[in-house]
């Protein structure tokens, strides 16, 4: 019902509110919102399988090719003063 192209483009809300219009009770609205939320778990993991997955590698084949960054908040010595610590490094000198 909700995924029918009559109520593709409506919040769960207004589908309750219009089949009510129309005198039809499925469930209450929280219900819809529910099964929508458990029918998009669902599609995540069977979309995404974890078996046969690699993590990507970056190689730097030369200096200035690939780099890493970091930010880092430090306290500073009065209350509510922080100081950030930028780290930009080259890859390929860490080889």
Known sequence: MLRSERFADLAPREVYATLLDEGTYLCHW???YRLLR???E???R????RQGYRKPELLAKRP???W????TKLK???TWT???LYVIIDVFSRV
């Open 38 to 40: 458990q029918v998009r």
């Open 82 to 84: 922080y100081f950030y």
């Open 64 to 66: 200035r090719q690939l």
């Open 46 to 49: 069977r979309d995404h399988p």
């Open 42 to 44: 669902s599609r995540r």
């Open 68 to 71: 890493s960054w970091d930010i």
């Open 30 to 32: 929280s219900t819809m």
């Open 76 to 78: 500073g010595l009065a």
